[in-house]
């Protein structure tokens, strides 16, 4: 049922998602969107223990996040026990975990959260420990030992208990020891496993854990940490479900021990995620996502970001489709922030498959748009400074597509309209607007071919549409009439499009089925050959209608190129 979150999710909000994968990324058949959830580092950081898990685990669904879709509960670093050597291992040279912290084990903590209709992630980082090697532990299955795989001139990047071999390879001993420890962690009911510490020197590694997880037949999300570096972008995304561009979020600026506690983070760490995502936006698709690092929404101010800074941390996540883990205590959510993170909208922007391109990049104004299949654009606007209000605009053609378009704000839901040919906001700083835009299909109606009273189809003057223009006599009610079909009632968005080569205002009425009545204003265009347009709104009803504009002076109206009607959803 779990499973099924997402796309109830995007069916009930209208957005679509793409017919298939948009790139080659790992084949394992899983994180077909991004992953959503709750991971242990921001806020437990090193103290991890079964009960505070636990804790974190009901609050997932307490809060009802969890029937939004966010249903990993992943613990990070600091489970294991170390002496001066580092990591205590097991019989078979895999790391112990400490049983102060979790003195039921990994899979009752695992039984605890699948029993929740959760799933549970856990951790680990390349090359096998030192207490493996020096007491030559055997390789389970195999007649294999320790240090027969380790290679022990060189040791691996580790956070916590250091003192990590790296593995030979080359040498069949050490696949059979990733197996035996990913078949471990398939035992215990592992869906989602980290590896940190990865860098261009540990592909061999992370070959090595796909090809094991994968041998286990447990489906298990694969996730690599950190700062991974771009130029290896296409193997990354080959073997991994996810991939952390950066490094951590966090800025390590609280007051507790490590810089633990509040803030978890600040908006430099948040705001640098803008030239990653722009660089790394071609690698994200179905099965593979660009991982921006943990969600930290939840706890209100106290986590170093305004409100503001905050609906812009998860609009950009969202647009960036990235992973959506939560890094916050979750038994301590503001009613501000749960509804943020309950936001259905928001959620379905990041779970809609694509990742957004940035169109805009000027000082402290950005804006990204990305195309759903359905044909609608999700366009977001953000003034990424600390000071200053900011006025951000993009036009259709830099989103991708031309003519009319109706606006929903996807943070409040409102509707604000139709807009012509583009899209503006004054924003606070830190500040975001992320829209829907859904183009209004368009039927050109060419004014030569109308019902023409007191005026005449002319060629004349260069750069008309069709075969020609009208033009006016010089009377009051001189008019065009054009019939207009619209398959259903409802708003349409006409735009007319003339030409006034004098320097007086040529005002005309516009009446629809001889009623509704518009007054319109077309002053000088600067030439008889420079064509404008005016937009403007009316009902129709469904069949035929007429549009007339009629001439309200003695100067007649403009020339008059075409009418173009323009239909939500057809």
Known sequence: MRATLAALLLVATGLVLPAGPAAAVSDNGLSIRPAMGWSSW?????????????????????????????????????????????FVVDSYGRWAVDTAKFPSGIKALADYVHDKGLKFGFYVTPGIAKNAVTANTPVEGTSYRAQDIADTTQTHKNYNCKNMYRLKHSHPGAQAFINSWANQMASWGVDYLKID???????????????????????????????????????????????RTQGDVECYCGSGPNGSGYPLTDWAHVSSRFNSAASWQPY?????????????????????????????????????????????????????????????????????????????????????????????????????????????????????????????????????????????ATLRPGETRLIRARPLAAQRY??????????????????????????????TGSYVEFTVNAAAPGTATLTLRYANGTTANRPMTVTVNGATTLTRDYPGTGAWSTWATDT????????????????????????VDYLEAAFEGT
């Open 284 to 424: 994200a698709g179905p099965g593979g996502w660009n991982d921006y690092d943990s969600l930290q929404i939840g706890n209100g101010d106290q986590v170093g970001l305004t409100a503001d800074q905050r609906r812009s941390h998860f609009t950009h996540w969202a647009m960036a489709a990235s992973p959506l883990l939560l890094g916050t205590d979750l038994t301590a959510l503001t009613s501000v922030d749960l509804a943020m993170l309950r936001n259905d909208r928001l959620i379905a922007v990041n779970q809609d498959g694509v990742a957004a391109q940035r169109v805009v990049n000027s000082g402290v104004n950005q804006v990204w748009r990305k195309r759903e299949s359905n044909g609608d654009y999700i366009v977001a606007l953000y003034n990424t400074g600390t000071s200053g209000n900011s006025t951000v605009s993009v036009t259709w053609s830099q989103v991708g597509f031309t003519g009319p378009a109706t606006i929903t704000n996807l943070w409040s839901g409102a509707s604000e309209g139709t807009a012509a040919s583009s899209y503006s």
């Open 197 to 243: 510490g990865v860098d261009a020197t540990t592909i061999a590694d992370v070959e090595a854990w796909d090809r094991a997880l994968r041998q286990t037949g447990r489906p298990i999300n694969f996730a690599l940490s950190n700062n991974l570096p771009i130029a290896q972008a296409t193997t990354w995304k080959r073997l991994a479900n996810s991939w």
């Open 536 to 559: 403007f709104t009316v009902p129709l009803t469904a069949g035929t209608n007429t549009v007339r504009a009629t001439a309200t002076t003695a100067n007649g109206g403009p020339n």
């Open 446 to 475: 060419e004014a030569e071919d109308a019902t023409i009273s007191q005026g005449a189809a002319e060629s004349n003057h260069a750069g008309f549409s069709g075969t020609g223009f009208v033009n006016y006599v010089n009377v």
């Open 42 to 86: 921001s806020f437990i950081r090193r103290w991890p223990t079964e009960a505070k898990m636990k804790a974190q685990a009901d609050a997932l669904v307490s809060s009802g996040l969890a029937a939004k879709g966010y249903i990993y509960v992943n613990l990070d670093d600091f489970f294991q026990k170390c002496d001066a050597n580092g």
